[in-house]
């Protein structure tokens, strides 16, 4: 049985807690990352290879968890600020595939435990994670991205947190997204790769529209036929400088972590070409096609692409 000290000393810790104010998601920090979105299998590691061969700007291998980071620091940011980071930064590294990262998190710690009343936030604690792994991955970046497609899926929560920030959404035709994702066995079975691939784009394409001024279409098809004009125009949209040697630049793919590691990623670490486009049209069979056309064929229309 607690003694009443014992009861007084919860009480006090309670007291702290409610009458603490909020840690908040920003401050107005001029902190503005981008976010590259979309459905996964759509070329987003090979846009990924090309912005990082600037060296203006750094995307680590996926996050995964920046969603529960979120979420977590919103339902927790009465805590004290030690505990929130420990929490927060424990969501990334805790994550099986942050291997890929090549990096603990431990060092990084006490910079975020130390940051004056007036600074702490979680667009603060995230932009100094990004960066803390581009410092010790060897670059030096203006600005840092994201390359998570999972991240689709939380694009409001993400805003929330960064409202200077850019999204590019990276669109390819749902069939040979579907095909890729069953053929990489990244999602085997095809109606919920169909569903997932739906999903994706029309989260993206709503977000795009509440949202025109910080966003900006790609198509995974206008990419591999003219890499350099679209390269460009994404190049510009970031504020970043566009170089020719970019696109086929590929002797950094060793660096980023997960190219190596994944079999799936393995044509972003090959020279550009246009030979998979429509590939999934070519190989799915008619039963195949059947079995996801009221999943997506809504959703090719209105994303411009033939329906299955």
Not at 63 to 69: G, H, P, R, S
Not at 82 to 92: E, K, N, S, W, Y
Not at 218 to 243: G, K, N, Q, W
């Amino acid at each position: 049985m607690r003694s009443l000290a014992a009861w007084y000393d919860v009480a006090a810790r309670l007291g702290k807690i409610f009458t603490r104010k909020a840690y908040p998601l920003h401050r107005n920090e001029n902190i503005s990352p981008f976010f590259i979105i979309g459905a996964g299998r759509s070329g987003t590691t090979l846009l990924r290879r090309i912005l990082v061969a600037s060296k203006q700007v750094h995307i680590p291998p996926e996050t995964y968890v920046l969603a529960q980071v979120i979420e977590h620091y919103s339902r927790n940011a009465y805590k004290d600020w030690p505990t929130l980071v420990r929490d927060c930064m424990a969501l990334f590294e805790m994550h099986p595939e942050f291997d890929t990262f090549q990096i603990t998190l431990r060092p990084l710690l006490p910079k975020l435990y130390i940051l004056p009343e007036s600074e702490r936030s979680l667009a603060k604690m995230l932009d100094m994670f990004y960066r803390y792994h581009a410092e010790q991955t060897g670059v030096v970046c203006e600005r840092w991205g994201d390359k998570t497609p999972i991240n689709t899926f939380a694009l409001d929560d993400i805003y929330a947190v960064f409202p200077k920030a850019k999204f590019i959404h990276l669109l390819r035709d749902g069939v040979d997204v579907v095909h890729s994702y069953v053929a990489s066995g990244l999602i085997p079975d095809i109606k919920r790769a169909a569903k997932r691939w739906s999903d994706s784009v029309t989260l993206a394409h709503d977000f795009s529209i509440k949202h025109a001024a910080t966003c900006i279409e790609l198509r995974y098809e206008r990419l591999s036929a003219d890499t350099h004009a679209e390269m460009s125009r994404v190049c510009a949209f970031l504020d970043i400088d566009y170089d020719e040697a970019m696109v086929n630049k590929l002797e950094h793919t060793s660096a980023m972590g997960d190219m190596k590691k994944y079999k799936h990623y393995q044509h972003a670490n090959e020279a550009i070409t246009s030979q998979y486009m429509g590939k999934g049209r070519k190989a799915l069979a008619k039963e195949e096609l059947q079995k996801i056309r009221q999943i997506m064929d809504r959703s090719l229309k209105n994303m411009g692409y033939k329906p299955c």
